[in-house]
C-alpha cells in the first residue's frame, strides 16, 4: 500500500520558516520524481516544487530562492524547506509522486503565514 504522510506545517509570522516532511511507503522511492503542491479554497492545486531521482530540482517562479526541496533516499522521505514566507504562502501542502499508475497524494499539512 502506497502512503505519504507529511508533517511539519505550523503557524508563522511572515519573514519565517518552516521545513515540511514527507514519509513515503510502498514504493521504490529512490527512482520516483517527488513533488509538492498546495492549495487555498476556492483554487486549483498548484505544483510547487519537484525534484527528480538523481536530485534535479524545480520550482514555481514564486517561491524560488526562498524554498528549497530535496530528498533523503535512505528514509523515503522528502523535504520542502520554506524561507522568507509571506502570506501568500498561507495553503494547504501535499506531496505527490506517481506509482502503479496513479497518482498519489498525503493528507496534506496546513501552512499559516500571518502578517
Known amino acids: 500500500q502506497v502512503q505519504l504522510v507529511e508533517s511539519g506545517g505550523g503557524l508563522v509570522q511572515a519573514g519565517g520558516s518552516l521545513r515540511l516532511s514527507c514519509a513515503v511507503s510502498?514504493?521504490?522511492?529512490?527512482?520516483?520524481?517527488m513533488r509538492w503542491y498546495r492549495q487555498t479554497p476556492g483554487k486549483d492545486r498548484e505544483e510547487v516544487a519537484r525534484?527528480?531521482?538523481?536530485?534535479?530540482?524545480n520550482y514555481v517562479d514564486s517561491v524560488k530562492g526562498r524554498f528549497t526541496i530535496s530528498r533523503d533516499n535512505a528514509e523515503s522521505t522528502v523535504y520542502l524547506a520554506m524561507n522568507r514566507l509571506k502570506p501568500e504562502d498561507t495553503a494547504v501542502y501535499y506531496c505527490?509522486?506517481?506509482?502503479?499508475?496513479?497518482?498519489?497524494w498525503g493528507q496534506g499539512t496546513q501552512v499559516s503565514v500571518s502578517s
Open positions: 510502498g514504493i521504490n522511492f529512490s527512482e520516483k520524481f
Open positions: 525534484i527528480t531521482s538523481y536530485g534535479s530540482t
Open positions: 505527490n509522486t506517481v506509482a502503479f499508475g496513479s497518482m498519489w
